[in-house]
C-alpha cells in the first residue's frame, strides 16, 4: 500500500459525459501528478500540482482540468469524453517537487462506451 | 524533447535465465527511478539511481546508472515468474518539472 488513494476505481459512463476522478495524497507529500495509460501502453503525464499550484503540464487535452485543493487532494476532471478516453488513470504524490520518488494509487479505470 | 526509451519492448523467458532492460536517452538525469508495474496495479518502485556510475542490488535485480547519467540499466539474474510484469525507468528532464516515463519493457517468466 503506496498511501495514495483513488476513488472510483472502476467508472463506466457514457461518450460526451463528465467524470471527475479523485484523488488523495500520501500524508505529507505537497505534490500530485496525473498519469494516463492506455491499455498496454506506457504511463503519459498529464499534469503536476505542486501546493495547490500546477507546476508542469504533459499531453493533457484541453478537454481535461485538473486542481489542487488547500487539503491537498487533487481531482481531474475529464470532459465531452469519447472512446478514446478509456485507459487507467494513475495519481501519484511525491514529498515536494522534482527529483524525487514518486508514489503511486492504485488507479481509476475508465471506460467510455 | 526529452525521451526515455527502453529495449527490449517485449521478453519473454523461462524461468531461472538471466536478462537485462536498457534504459537510454539523449539527455542528462540527475537520477533515475525503475519501477514494476503489474496488470490493473500502479508502478511500484524498485530503486533510485542518483550517481554516475552508481551500481544498487536488490535481491537479484542488479541496477547501474550510467557513467554520463544518460542511461541505466537492469539485470535480473536466474529470472522467477514473480519476475513478470512492465518495467519502467523514470526521471525529471533537467531544466523542466516534468517527470518522463521510458517506453517500458514488458517482462514475462515462463514456469
Known amino acids: 500500500d503506496s498511501g495514495v488513494t483513488q476513488t472510483p476505481k472502476h467508472l463506466i459512463t457514457a461518450t460526451g459525459q463528465r467524470v471527475t476522478l479523485r484523488c488523495s495524497p500520501r500524508?505529507?507529500?505537497?505534490?500530485v501528478y496525473w498519469y494516463q495509460q492506455s491499455l498496454d501502453q506506457g504511463l503519459q503525464f498529464l499534469i503536476q500540482?505542486?501546493?495547490?499550484?500546477?507546476?508542469a503540464k504533459g499531453n493533457i487535452l484541453e478537454r481535461f482540468s485538473a486542481q489542487q485543493f488547500p487539503d491537498l487532494h487533487s481531482e481531474l476532471n475529464l470532459s465531452s469524453l469519447e472512446l478514446g478516453d478509456s485507459a487507467l488513470y494513475f495519481c501519484?504524490?511525491?514529498?515536494?517537487?522534482?527529483?524525487?520518488?514518486?508514489?503511486f494509487g492504485p488507479g481509476t479505470r475508465l471506460l467510455v462506451l | 524533447t526529452q525521451l526515455l526509451e527502453q529495449s527490449p519492448q517485449f521478453l519473454s523467458i523461462q524461468e531461472g535465465e538471466n536478462l537485462t532492460v536498457y534504459c537510454n536517452s539523449s539527455?542528462?538525469?540527475?537520477?533515475l527511478q525503475w519501477y514494476r508495474q503489474e496488470p490493473g496495479e500502479g508502478p511500484v518502485l524498485l530503486v533510485t539511481v542518483v550517481t554516475g556510475g552508481e551500481v544498487k542490488k536488490l535481491k537479484r535485480l542488479t541496477f547501474q546508472f550510467g557513467d554520463a547519467r544518460k542511461d541505466s540499466s537492469l539485470h535480473i539474474t536466474a529470472a522467477q515468474p514473480g519476475d513478470t510484469g512492465l518495467y519502467l525507468c523514470a526521471g525529471v528532464g533537467s531544466g523542466t518539472y516534468k517527470y518522463i516515463f521510458g517506453t517500458g519493457t514488458r517482462l514475462k517468466v515462463l514456469a
Open positions: 501519484a504524490s511525491s514529498v515536494r517537487s522534482g527529483q524525487e520518488t514518486q508514489y
Open positions: 500540482y505542486y501546493n495547490g499550484e500546477e507546476r
Open positions: 539527455s542528462v538525469f540527475s537520477s
Open positions: 500524508s505529507g507529500d505537497l505534490s
